[in-house]
């Protein structure tokens, strides 16, 4: 019986050895870059209706509307790191301001993805509009990483908005959180902040608004937020209307075509045709993910 057995062992040795050196060479070759790796989704936490698309596009008719997504974006990463970029709001003077449908406050959204706010490790604000920068807070546990030019332009010694552009209660906030060690000032373009996660600037939405490439399964995702506010500016190449510099933002556009792994992984900042392009998995979550 153990010489019949013996070639069997001797077999199955082999068969394993070979596995793990297959397996060795496969790691061998994987690059440090290929690693980690992220899911993303898309969150809407809230509509504004009949917004006029010429604040959107540059040039466009100044008859059209659209009922446009706030959305926050959340990457999920190994080993329980959960980074929001951007962090919407909350306050009740901008519901009223903007009669917002819909609205979920941020913190409660991402119940939708199976999180709760203190989960949320990190938040990158891509600019400190009140609808991206305006719900930092409700994150208790979330290091802010922003542009330190951002920071810097928007915010003043004595805890006020340097800039009417911004919320004065964000700037305040924001300053507190710097004094308490938890916001991370970037210095400038293509940074790697957190492994797998790398952030650009040139859009010019704001003095120095940044936008996202992650790594997924898929390849390299691009959130632009609002240095992109529709699929219609990428596709027909034309600038945000909302820019300090209407040529930078294009070259920003064709440099997010160049960064991401296939066009369809870029991601405006509030097209709601994102949850119809990315249907799954419903509920005003996205997943951005290619067709397998």
């Known amino acids: 019986m153990k010489k019949l057995l013996q070639p069997l062992l001797l077999a199955l040795a082999g068969i394993g050895l070979t596995a793990c050196a297959a397996r060795q060479d496969r790691l061998a070759q994987r690059q440090p870059g290929d690693l980690p790796t992220y899911e993303v989704y898309a969150i809407r936490y809230g509509v504004i209706p009949a917004f006029p698309v010429r604040a959107l596009v540059a040039g466009a008719d100044s008859t059209r509307t659209l009922d446009i997504a706030l959305m926050i974006w959340l990457l999920r990463g190994p080993d329980g790191r959960n980074v ?40 990158i604000i891509t600019h400190l509009h009140w609808d991206h920068a305006g719900s930092i807070e409700l994150f208790p546990q979330a290091r802010v990483w922003i542009q330190e030019e951002e920071f810097r332009y928007y915010t003043s010694g004595e805890g006020r908005s340097g800039n009417t552009g911004v919320d004065p209660e964000d700037a305040a906030l924001l300053l507190r959180l710097h004094e308490l060690g938890r916001v991370m000032l ?6 790697e902040i957190i492994p797998g996660v790398r952030v ?3 859009g010019r939405h704001t003095y120095a608004s940044q936008y996202v490439g992650v790594r997924t399964a898929d390849g390299t995702v691009v959130i632009a937020s609002d240095n992109l506010y529709l699929y219609e500016n990428l596709e027909n190449r034309l600038p945000i209307a909302q820019t300090l510099d209407r040529e930078s933002n294009l070259q920003a556009q064709a440099r997010m075509r160049e960064l991401a792994t296939d066009p369809r992984l870029i991601v405006p900042g509030h097209d709601p045709e994102v949850f119809t392009r990315f249907p799954s998995p419903g509920s005003g979550v996205a997943r951005i993910e290619l067709d397998v």
Do not use: C, M, N
């Open 84 to 123: 929001l970029v951007d962090a919407g709001f909350f306050r009740d003077e901008h519901l009223a301001r903007w009669r917002v449908q819909e609205f979920v406050r941020p913190s409660k959204a991402i119940a939708k993805v199976g999180l709760r706010p203190e989960e949320i490790t990190d938040i």
């Open 200 to 202: 650009y600037t040139g």
């Open 186 to 191: 970037v210095d400038g373009d293509a940074r």
